[in-house]
Nanobody, 115 residues
Framework: QVQLVESRGGLVQAGGSLRLSCAASGNILRLIVMEWYRQAPGKQRELVAAITKDGSTNYADSVKGRFTISRDYAKNTVYLQMNSLKPEDTAVYYC?????????WGQGTQVTVSS
């Protein structure tokens, strides 16, 4: 089992920045990929960013150039740095860890961007 604990999100004005973290504990060996998803009201959950065990990253087109995913191996923590936030970034953000033994989700954290 793996536990993923996300940091608290928050309310930020458009153009502002916010950093989310996701701390992993438990059986965290054999990681394949860590991902951030988001789900806005009335919409499907969508992939925002991903980072593989080797450090390769991938982003949704809507956040490229604004969001950065990174990983602190010593702390077993993944971060999502969000800059130039827009109202359409408002959503519940989830981290997900995929391991050889299964995939796990964090509890989700609300990010609200005001215009």
């Amino acid at each position: 089992q793996v536990q993923l604990v996300e940091s608290r999100g928050g309310l930020v004005q458009a153009g502002g920045s916010l950093r989310l973290s996701c701390a992993a504990s438990g059986n965290i060996l054999r990681l394949i990929v860590m991902e951030w998803y988001r789900q806005a009201p009335g919409k499907q959950r969508e992939l925002v960013a991903a980072i593989t065990k080797d450090g390769s990253t991938n982003y949704a087109d809507s956040v490229k150039g604004r969001f950065t995913i990174s990983r602190d191996y010593a702390k077993n923590t993944v971060y999502l740095q969000m800059n130039s936030l827009k109202p359409e970034d408002t959503a519940v953000y989830y981290c997900r860890g995929t391991y050889t033994h299964g995939d796990y989700w964090g509890q989700g954290t609300q990010v609200t961007v005001s215009s």
